[in-house]
């Protein structure tokens, strides 16, 4: 019996119609397995996984495959996005085994959850050096069924050698937090990141190639510290390539997972919240930062894209977009030369269809399987003449009769924060109305839709259907809640509202309460009161998005210096001392924590806003001012506050506070711009 109908996560009823008897991760399924004495196969993965579908179609959409999962395993689907906890464990288990991860992962466990065997995505049939999935599972019920013992002492040499990795990594630099917090660090930092720069066509390592949105934001806050030229070059040939390339979505905004290939051409076209969340906010640092346009063009038509079909009505921002459409992947994207000639003939003439093809470097034979993924071949001349943009809005109104992707409409607390605090930087940056809304409907919906009534915080939210009502599930892990407290202190920043400084606060409170480390420091994923696993996740390094510690320091040393209370500071830095030098020498792995590093070693400008002075707080908000934390509009319990007289801007740094500034320039004169 496949019993993941009453699923809320897409990609689990995606599979609900499989022949398989799929389990969703949790109690009855491990006592399934000791009532049968049989493994428990562990499938992981994602809606919008090319793979995972790949895999899905071959092997558990097939019923002879199916009835040997079902008389040889207890079978388990989860969804990676919404057990981040299960799938941190297991992928580091297949990563000591294989020496790589990705997805789908699938595990071989005990009944009693240990790990003895896995990989990741298996054929149905071989291929190369590569087992069928039938040829694997074959060989785990031979190992279950005639060497036991060989299987449990596997199982109990990768259980401990996780354990001492996830230990390991929770105290991997704490001997050097002095270095980490006197700037040092940053400096080293630098050099890594310009070592491992593609000085041709941006980025860093070869294919595939992904944005790494946080390094290129760290590289510019490094850059406005030291003034080194060469790292600004690195940050503006990243950001021209990547937003000519075919990873952008020229018609209709926003940005895929990755490039396939070095030259950012060819796309893997699934678009996550979270890539366009860290994006937006390296385009809009990049735009305050230099003034260049065409930042400003990319973070409207990202921003717009996540707006128009990433938006529930009541606010969330949903998961992903799918690659696939109609099974084949990108197809909702590409276009035939003579389709898109005729289109843009249609609408705007054929000297429009001219220019859009030249502009987009559009020929018939294409340049993705006889197809053209558009692209802008000049680097960085993105700024769309007439014609172009005439043609642009033809093309996209086409493409939207289309078929399109598969959408995951389930939304995180944790991704959901990330746009936010990109959002929320974004409306106070340029003023926009219709962002500053969107902001504040968001941090609503998410108040009011992933928080229990005893204050809990909860991972994801589905809507709710005909088949049942609206639920949030999953209890929230740290990066949730770290997430949300630096998007609740931009948007208190962004609206002037108190409400929500308390809010980050709560966030701030129940990440400690819950998570914290008390022997070495830092956040451990899962909290005090969650299931408990074989071994207790805590990530340090930056991987798709910002770990939970550089969340947390980041979070924590802005709210401390919002709210003038030493608690959030002192713990801040004691999980900065956990980088140690690791993120000096590995920068890539370090993005957000970076950030971290430059506001400690660096010091905080504390801008208070007293009274009705919106010229003031309009040149606080529209600056480039990385190490800048903002109190406007009504006042909170903070010094920031205290015997201020009205009228005023208030600028404070390292315990030391300048004279009230009553003009914008005499404001800009004492700020570290």
């Known amino acids: 019996m496949n019993r993941l109908g009453d699923e809320t996560s897409p990609y689990l009823r995606q599979h609900r119609d499989n022949p398989v008897d799929w389990y969703p991760w949790g109690p009855e399924a491990f006592a399934a397995a000791v009532e049968r004495d049989r493994p428990v196969l562990l499938s992981v993965g994602y809606s919008s996984c090319h793979w995972c579908h790949v895999m899905a179609h071959e092997s558990f959409e097939d ?74 599972m074959a060989a785990i019920d031979d190992a279950w069924t005639n060497r036991r013992s060989d299987v449990h002492a596997q199982a109990d040499q990768l259980v401990a050698l996780i354990d001492r990795t996830s230990r390991a990594a929770a105290s991997l630099g704490a001997e050097s937090a002095d270095a980490a917090d006197d700037g040092r660090a ?146 909702f994207y590409v276009w035939s030369e003579p389709e898109l000639r005729a289109v843009a003939q249609n609408a705007a003439g054929a000297g429009a269809a001219d220019a859009a093809a030249d502009w987009w470097g559009v020929t018939a034979a294409g340049n993705f399987e006889g197809a053209n993924i558009l692209n802008r071949p000049v680097r960085g001349d993105l700024v769309r003449p007439a014609e172009v943009e005439a043609a642009r809005g033809a093309l996209f109104a086409c493409r939207e009769s289309r078929i399109r992707p598969g959408l995951d409409d389930k939304v995180l607390a944790e991704w959901n924060g990330l746009m936010l605090s990109a959002l929320a930087e974004a409306a106070a940056a340029t003023g926009n109305p219709e962002w500053r809304a969107a902001a504040l409907a968001n941090g609503e919906f998410l108040v009011a839709s992933l928080r229990r009534d005893d204050g809990r915080w909860m991972r994801s939210w589905q809507a709710g259907d005909a088949e049942r009502p609206a639920q949030a599930r999953h209890l929230a892990y740290a990066q949730d809640y770290a997430a949300l407290l630096d998007a609740f202190t931009r948007l208190g920043e962004l609206s002037g509202q108190a409400r929500w400084i308390d809010e980050a606060q709560a966030a ?128 909170y319990d903070s010094p920031l506050w205290h015997n201020r007289p009205e009228g005023f801007a208030y600028v404070c740094r390292d315990f030391a506070c300048q004279s009230p500034a009553s003009t914008p320039e005499e404001l800009v004169a004492q700020l570290h711009t």
């Open 508 to 635: 701030a409170d129940g990440l400690l309460d819950l998570f914290w480390d008390p022997d070495v420091g830092g956040v451990f994923t899962t909290g005090d009161d969650a299931e408990k696993l074989v071994t207790r996740p805590k990530d340090l390094m930056d991987n798709a998005t910002p770990s939970a510690q550089s969340l947390a320091a980041c979070g924590l040393l802005r709210l401390a210096a919002l709210t003038g209370e030493p608690r959030y500071d002192d713990h801040a830095r004691r999980i900065i001392g956990l980088f140690g030098s690791a993120a000096a020498q590995h920068p890539t792995a370090f993005g957000r924590a970076l950030e971290a590093l430059d506001l400690a070693a660096g010091g905080i400008d504390e801008i208070a806003v007293v009274g009705d002075r919106p010229d003031l707080v309009a040149e606080a908000q529209t600056r480039y001012l990385p190490n800048a934390v903002l109190a406007w509009g009504e006042p």
């Open 63 to 136: 019923p002879e495959t199916a009835a040997v999962m079902n008389r040889l395993f207890v079978n388990v689907k989860v969804d990676r996005e919404e057990r981040p906890d299960v799938d941190a464990i297991y992928m580091d288990s297949v990563q000591a085994m294989t020496g790589r991860g990705g997805w789908p992962m699938t595990v071989f466990l005990t009944p009693g959850g240990r790990p003895f065997f896995g990989g990741t995505y298996y054929p149905d049939r071989p291929r190369g050096q590569m087992a069928s999935f039938r040829q694997v």
């Open 186 to 331: 940053l400096d080293r930092a630098g050099d890594a990141i310009l070592a491992s720069f593609d000085s041709e066509w941006g980025g860093f390592g070869g294919a595939p190639k992904f944005p790494a949105a946080m390094t290129l934001t760290s590289a510019l806050r490094i850059h406005h510290r030291s003034r080194r030229p060469e790292l600004l070059r690195a940050v503006r040939t990243s950001l021209d390539a990547m937003a000519s390339g075919g990873i952008y979505d020229h018609l209709g905004g926003g940005f895929a997972r990755y490039s396939v290939d070095r030259r950012w051409l060819v796309p893997h076209f699934e678009k996550m919240l979270y890539d366009n969340a860290l994006l937006t906010r390296a385009y809009l640092h990049a735009w305050m930062a230099t003034g260049e346009p065409v930042y400003r063009q990319v973070v409207d038509e990202t921003v717009g894209y996540v707006l128009r079909d990433l938006r529930h009505a009541d606010g969330g921002f949903y998961s992903a977009e799918d690659a696939d459409s109609e099974g084949v992947e990108g197809k």
